[in-house]
């Protein structure tokens, strides 16, 4: 049986939604996921005393991709709290700011959205779906996927959506694991 390695590094950090998300990696990953946290604005913490290496243990391995990003899952805002302490003044500010714009940049989107003055954002991953975003949706599984906007984020990953092309049919609820998004290339009408 392979031996699992042991957890030395945690990445750490909040998305552009503010949502926080965390995983370890072993040793001999560290150098990679050093690369994967600048790329990615998270913080990369050694685990060097009990509590990060009993916090280590109760998360999720990360995986690193040839792109040099990392997959990191979410966790609990409690657990991204207790990894803070041991952030950089400097690393807490800069996301602060990250966190800020994107979410000003999102809130005006959407308000210039609402008015017809842009066509929406077609988000390039899950993780960056914001409010006024054109992603995909179905009906019932039987009639296929149409273009729908987001006009709400909601709790547990919930998102609120109107049809672009049906206006006048109810707004709908649906999980961000039953949204798809839009091929990069596609242009919408």
Do not use: C
């Not at 609120?160 to 649906?174: A, G």
Request: cysteine-free; charged content about 25%.
């Amino acid at each position: 049986m392979a031996e699992v390695p042991a957890a030395a590094h945690i990445l750490v950090g909040l998305d552009d939604q503010g949502k926080p998300h965390a995983s370890w990696f072993s040793e001999e990953d560290g150098d990679a996921a050093a690369v994967a946290a600048d790329l990615m604005d998270m913080a990369l913490l050694p685990i060097t005393n009990d509590e990060l290496a009993m916090i280590g243990a109760k998360l999720p391995r990360g995986k690193l991709f040839e792109s040099g990003k990392a997959f990191v899952p979410f966790v609990k805002r409690t657990v991204y709290d207790q990894l803070a302490t041991y952030f950089d003044e400097e690393f807490v500010t800069s996301t602060a700011t990250r966190v800020e714009a994107a979410q000003a940049a999102a809130a005006e989107g959407y308000a210039k959205a609402s008015k017809g003055e842009v066509p929406p954002r077609q988000p390039e991953d899950w993780s960056k779906i914001v409010v006024g975003d054109l992603v995909l949706a179905e009906d019932a599984p039987s009639e296929g996927w149409f273009e729908a906007e987001v006009i709400e984020q909601a709790a547990n990953e919930q998102f609120r959506l109107k049809w672009r092309d049906w206006p006048d049919l109810p707004n709908f609820t649906r999980g961000i694991t039953d949204i798809a998004l839009l091929h990069p290339k596609h242009v919408a009408a």
